[in-house]
DNA sequence: GCATATTTGTCCGTATGTATA
DNA sequence: CTATACATACGGACAAATATG
């Protein structure tokens, strides 16, 4: 085509990143190479260097010789994202500096979310959610914990997706969020990270809660692991 | 060669990580591919597939349009690499049930450094090291968690490389690893915990020491930053 | 259980843009 | 500035593994 400034790969890669997250591929589903070679318009070396790109953020798995997949969440997987919160991000606040960058960061997010609920916009306040909680990990100052927490908030999202109305779960944490940064700012990193305690029990429950539902709801009577559901991870 | 049981890319990414790891590859050196597929008789395609799995390990580094580096880390990486490890394995010891099944691979990995220690073998003293504080983190049950370790045991392994003797760095700290498992095994995590934050403390000092020798002595006395030298990425 | 079709894994040759000497 | 070396991207091809009827 014209100018790709920067790699062709990785325009495919953030394509696909962008319809994987935004639910269009739905976790579980198999993504065939010549398929997309011809939808994407591109080869099939470079679709296979997107997939590189794309398992290195965990919203790909590859099985041999079957393919790549869309990346499924199981319960356990949930609960083990959890616990990597839990232990990077309350440690991040107890110990967090109040006039550290990251605290801007997370007012602005907490702004940001509070915009979009008043206008309804449940994605929005949903990306907002997850700005705050990248911008808390940000205050240990490691960029290595960053980017392991991109890869768990990515896995978390892809979770988020499979259920019904995501966005709108997360919404009442608003309020939450504005108590946590408020408390770093007046210099109460304890009754903060007490508050994010909660929050991220609460949270897990409520995620946990409806991951049953639908599990239940898709595998109904007979047969609770047919081929088809056994593809989508959730009964792995 | 022969049978190939399992993928050709793997096959080849095994190879390149025991060169790299053994020091047959000093961090900063350049991976061409065109000489590495002469070398391992593979074609470009299998050698990056090959580049993408290390990549993901940590061992190798993209920079666009340049090519494939070994992985060279920064005294800022290790001081950033202590920092993860003081979060991860402090938390993990503390709450740490006496009889998991971690609890004893770290008793076996104690034993075995001391075996090797005792007949003089260092680099089996560092790898049974290493073992030991997968193990301990393998006590939190993360399977992420543990990924996340791998990754960077094998950062910090890379730093090692770059010290000349490295496995002797090491080897006084069997004692160490010999109190913290016998306290576990008491029942007394918290003494453990202890114990360990002295010893990450320590290691920490004398790794940072040795990397700061280490740069000294490659950057004498005109030229701080020639271009060999900065492809080895201490000066970055 | 078997034969077929589809798809992945791997290799090759080539053209083009980019970085370095 | 030129020239070389290399990474990037393309398309085609065959073997091996998997899925399907």
Redesign the interface.
């Given at each position: 085509m014209s100018g790709d400034p920067?790699?062709l790969a990785e325009t495919v890669a953030t394509r696909l990143r962008e319809e994987i997250t935004g639910g269009g591929l739905p976790p579980g589903t198999r993504l065939a190479e010549v398929r997309l070679t011809r939808d994407l318009g591109v080869s099939r070396?470079t679709l296979?260097?997107a997939f590189?790109l794309l398992?290195?953020d965990g919203l790909l798995r590859h099985e041999?010789h079957r393919g790549m997949f869309v990346a499924a969440p199981s319960m356990a997987a949930i609960i083990?994202?959890y616990?990597?919160r839990r232990?990077?991000e309350i440690?991040a606040v107890t110990q967090a500096w109040p006039r550290h960058d990251a605290v801007a960061r997370m007012r602005t997010a907490v702004d940001e979310a509070t915009a979009a609920r008043a206008a309804g916009d449940w994605r929005s306040v949903g990306s907002a959610n997850m700005a705050f909680h990248a911008a808390i990990v940000a205050l240990?100052d490691?960029?290595?914990?960053a980017a392991?927490y991109v890869r768990?908030a990515a896995e978390l999202r892809l979770a988020f997706g499979l259920l019904d109305s995501a966005e709108r779960l997360h919404a009442p944490y608003v309020e939450d969020n504005e108590t946590i940064v408020r408390l770093l700012e007046q210099g109460d990193p304890a009754g903060a990270a007490a508050r994010l305690t909660t929050y991220l029990d609460q949270s897990e429950r409520v995620v946990l809660d409806a991951f049953a539902r639908l599990a239940d709801d898709q595998a109904p009577a007979v047969s609770p692991t047919g081929p088809a559901l056994q593809r989508t991870g959730i009964f792995r």
């Open positions: 920067l790699g070396n296979r260097e590189r398992s290195r041999p083990d994202i616990r990597v232990l990077i440690p240990t490691s960029p290595r914990l392991f768990i």
